[in-house]
């Protein structure tokens, strides 16, 4: 008894232990073995075209019935040695391609899957209070803006916190090139940096500017004094302040203030900011001739102009600014417009 327990063992470990290359190779020796024990015992109608046909179905013990031994020696053949083989390497087929899919799907929500990105949005940093909330409300926008896909790059003992939603790496640090590699940080669009702690944001930040400076780079920093820090080193970063001071300030001097902004940058109720770049190739024109037929054709209100492209747009502009291909207008609306008819704005200016 002991002696077949301790076989059991050994096979076990053998056949879990066991290449994919090893079990092709078995499935060969299987399939040879088979035709010519079948062509030795005059099987001829088996071991015809339709061999590999009748093979599977038998060794899988699906048994059709349309194809079946007729000699006394192919009856012995398959009842003793192609079932009972045959059956036992389709078990460990699908076992193992069972747990293959299941170790793929295990890497994804452990961080540890190579990725195939481009033009996504890259979040770095976990942060317990901002972070969940952030990823839904970016897959919200994502969905409505190209769907463009998200990946979660974190360095905290954690599994992805939305499986299925949006793409998930864990690295050793936020410094890591191989985490980061996997996260195909060259290859994102938009970058959100918004660690634990300031000193970690300030580091990732650095380390992400030096490896894609083309991208839309966004941290967010408790301190200012490290944001304009980091302004000095990588001018097109865009730092993100902390304003729960002034949220406070504006709301006791002018009640509702709050509800008001946080109407403003919720994307799934109410009226929303959304930003648009002037297409190439439109005449300049003025504010007024943007205002106006935003206005009236799509219920929308621009509230600033980036008329520089430096990042800092000018809020509540002169009805004479002149507007050229290439800036960023702000606008308020329901939903972000994604057909606006520049040619039909134009011809009213």
Same mark, same amino acid.
């Given at each position: ?6 076989? %059991? ?19 060969? &020796? ?7 024990? &079948? ?23 699906? @048994?059709?019935?349309?194809?079946? !031994?007729? /000699?006394? /020696? @192919? ?12 059956? *036992? ?18 890497? *994804?929500?452990? *961080? ?35 769907? $463009? ?14 499986? *299925?939603?949006?793409?998930?790496? %864990? ?45 839309? #780079?966004?941290?967010?920093? %408790? ?5 304009? &820090? ?50 190439? @190739?439109? !005449?300049?024109?003025?504010? $007024?001739?943007?205002?106006? !037929? ?8 621009? #509230? ?6 430096? @990042? ?6 002169? &009805?004479?600014? %002149? ?5 960023? #207008? ?14 039909? #704005?134009?011809?009213?200016?």
């Amino acid at each position: 008894m002991q002696v077949f327990k301790s076989l %059991r063992k050994l096979l076990n470990r053998h056949f879990k232990n066991m290449k994919w290359q090893a079990v092709l190779a078995l499935l060969l &020796l299987y399939g040879l073995s088979s035709w010519l024990f &079948l062509e030795w015992a005059g099987e001829s109608n088996l071991t015809g075209s339709d061999y590999i046909y009748w093979l599977i179905v038998t060794a899988s013990t699906v @048994g059709y019935g349309d194809l079946s !031994p007729e /000699t006394a /020696t @192919g009856k012995a053949l398959v009842a003793f040695y192609i079932i009972p083989f045959g059956l *036992g390497l389709f078990a460990l087929v699908v076992g193992k391609f069972a747990a293959f899919s299941a170790f793929q799907w295990r890497k *994804g929500v452990m *961080g540890l899957k190579e990725l195939n990105l481009s033009n996504h949005i890259v979040v770095v940093g976990w942060n317990e209070v901002r972070t969940l909330p952030l990823l839904k409300l970016l897959q919200t926008e994502a969905k409505n803006n190209l769907n $463009r896909e998200i990946c979660l790059c974190v360095a905290d003992e954690m599994e992805n916190p939305m499986p *299925g939603h949006i793409e998930f790496v %864990r690295t050793v640090s936020l410094n890591d090139d191989e985490g980061l590699n996997r996260a195909n940080i060259e290859d994102a669009s938009t970058i959100i940096i918004d660690c634990a702690h300031d000193d970690q944001t300030l580091s990732a930040a650095l380390n992400i500017y030096n490896r894609n400076p083309q991208a839309h #780079i966004i941290t967010y920093f %408790r301190d200012e004094s490290l944001s304009n &820090l980091l302004k000095q080193h990588c001018p097109t970063i865009e730092c993100t302040p902390s304003v729960s001071t002034e949220m406070l300030v504006k709301s006791a001097m002018d009640p509702g203030s709050s509800i008001l902004h946080h109407e403003l940058l919720n994307t799934t109720t109410g009226m929303t900011q959304f930003s648009v770049v002037v297409p190439e @190739g439109l !005449p300049e024109m003025s504010v $007024r001739d943007l205002y106006v !037929p935003l206005k009236e054709n799509y219920g929308a209100t621009l #509230i600033a102009v980036d008329l520089d492209n430096d @990042g800092k747009p000018e809020v509540n502009p002169s &009805l004479d600014k %002149r507007v050229r291909s290439g800036c960023t #207008i702000y606008y308020i609306a329901q939903s972000r417009l994604k057909a606006l008819d520049w040619a039909a #704005i134009t011809q009213l200016s």
